[in-house]
């Protein structure tokens, strides 16, 4: 296991190489480091190997109510729940399992509710809004969110676990209608763009390479097919390297949702990026573009973009180039004008023996210039949109949620 516990730290050392080629991330409208009024969990999953543990906390000197809907990836149907929490009371379910109202049970704290379990092999997005005592949406920006995805396989990947923050909506001024506008008046609005720094799919992990178990013995050796990172370490025969690898899985979630009238959101993400090569005299081996069409909720590799989808720009993806990408990511509504989502990535980094660690992130967030000769490119600075402004809150969105029955 030594070589998964150096994955981490060999991918930290990557992540910061490519972050400072985006001169560094620009403050998002939402938040994920302060407690907001809407919490949005972009990935939720309960597959026959994975499932995930929620986690909430009403950091508020105050008792705090939440509605909250499971997001069914696949049909666009939801689930719906209550949660009430006392003050600065943290709340924990496992997605699979869900909580039972039990005082006398195993699960530590006060239980916040009826908590549904989620059937097998669910895959989605969990979404939760204050409410007052009578359910009707408030604010009051006291809750925070975190999600773990627990990989209980028992493979050699068992007991990997990828954790993010919930993405916070800060309240500005509710009018405690069904109607969550998200535009910077009533709720603040989704970022106008997200940025993915990653390794290309399929390259070997440089921390594995370099240290780890990046290859297999030959069959000339007296070890054959024993793990290796060079020839000393197969006698009589050669380390077959190259057998290490990154997958990066990216996952989105529009900012408009309709769970009232369960109507799927269509977007097209468009993909402007650039790969690198560290070692290389000359590190820039260019820009790539590409896109992804997908409705309602999507979670997919980086590698398929561009293969199968069909470009805003014309077929593209990511090009042959370094093996280091940073690409910048735009909602864009099929009908026209832009369409914010949110995000996730988890990085998935295997030696040559399928040991599998992983890790999620939240997206950096980046925002676009409104006019000029640069409309609607990424910036993080007005000095970058000539003519016009690098605006980091996106269009207006809404949040349609279901009256109490």
Known sequence: MRTIQCVRAGWMVAAVSVCTLIGGAALAAT????PGSILIFPKVVTSGTRDTVIQITNTGNMPDELRCFYLNGQTCFETDFSVSLTKQQPTVWTARAGRRVNPTDSQKGLDPGLIPPLPVNFSGALICTEVDTSDFPTVRNQVKGEATLVDRSGSSTSGSVSKYNAIAVQGLNGNMDNTLKLDDTEYSACPASLVLNFLRDGEAAPVIKTLGN?????????????PCNQDSQCPGGTCQTGKSRVLTRLTV???????????PTKVVLAFNGRAYDPASSNPDTGDFTGGHPFSCWDSFTVDTVGKSDVSTNGPGGVSPGGPIATMNIRGLNPAGGN?????????FVSDSLANTASAAVNLHTQGLCSAGTNFNKPCNRDVECPSGLCMFSGPGTTIEIPPEQ
Do not use: M
């Open 31 to 34: 938040t994920t480091e302060r």
């Open 214 to 226: 990046a290859g297999l013995c030959d069959a000339n050796s007296s070890n054959p097919t024993a």
């Open 253 to 263: 979630l529009p900012c408009t949702l309709d769970l009232a009238s369960v109507t």
């Open 339 to 347: 369409s914010p989502v949110v995000g996730i990535a988890e990085y």
